[in-house]
């Protein structure tokens, strides 16, 4: 408890005015690496509630969840409701300690702002935002990238957009780091192309 505390006092005190719980991952479907997906509730309940209790007076807690990993049919064996039923746990543990819970989705692309199966950033917030979600945009994206893809898709949005790129990319198979002040501007020309709300995935740190 005491290094996630350190860690995510460290982004309160840079500005941050919204945590994430440290859930990112921590879904029964990817715990079962560590044969644990079993604690499932009871490991996303401890983290959030570790946030909750050091934080919630000074930022907003955002429950965080992310990939399980498995792929729907055609793309894989699993059905839509299956992959639900492994959100679904996971929210039932964070919902408690998560304030008025909106829903916001942030997705990785590539040069194209497509997905690793080629889904489209624009036609997924056109989806999404016709659901019902709070907000939309690009996280774990390089960084470079994201002003002209947050550009491309402003102009269809009407819900906020949201930016949270990635501050390391790979070359020559080894992972390089981008400079603060790269990071920066990228963040900064993304939200004058038109995102509202602006953090960082992989990489940034305090």
């Known amino acids: 408890p005491e290094a996630l505390i350190e860690l995510q006092q460290g982004f309160v005190d840079a500005g941050s005015q919204i945590l994430y719980t440290a859930t990112h991952g921590a879904n029964r479907e990817n715990l079962k690496a560590y044969g644990v997906e ?22 907003l807690i955002a429950g965080c969840l992310s990939s399980t990993g498995l792929y729907i049919e055609p793309y894989g064996d699993y059905t839509f409701t299956e992959i639900m039923s492994v959100y679904r746990q996971q929210v039932k543990a ?19 702002g497509e997905t690793a199966i080629g889904t489209n950033v624009l036609c997924t917030l056109l989806v999404l935002q016709a659901m019902g979600i709070s907000a939309f945009g690009l996280n774990c994206t390089s960084a470079d990238l994201c002003p002209d893809i947050i550009s491309e898709i402003a102009p269809y949005a009407k819900i906020p957009l949201i930016v949270k790129p990635s501050a390391v990319y790979e070359q020559d198979g080894e992972r ?5 002040e790269e990071f920066a501007f990228a963040v900064k020309k993304s939200v004058l192309s038109g995102a509202e709300i602006a953090g960082g995935c992989c990489g940034t740190g305090k």
């Open 94 to 112: 964070l919902s408690p300690y998560c304030e008025n819970k909106p829903i916001i989705a942030t997705m990785k692309v590539d040069e194209d």
């Open 38 to 59: 079993d604690k499932t509730e009871q490991l996303n309940a401890a983290a959030a509630k570790i946030t909750y209790d050091s934080f919630h007076e000074k930022a």
């Open 176 to 180: 390089q780091s981008i400079s603060p």
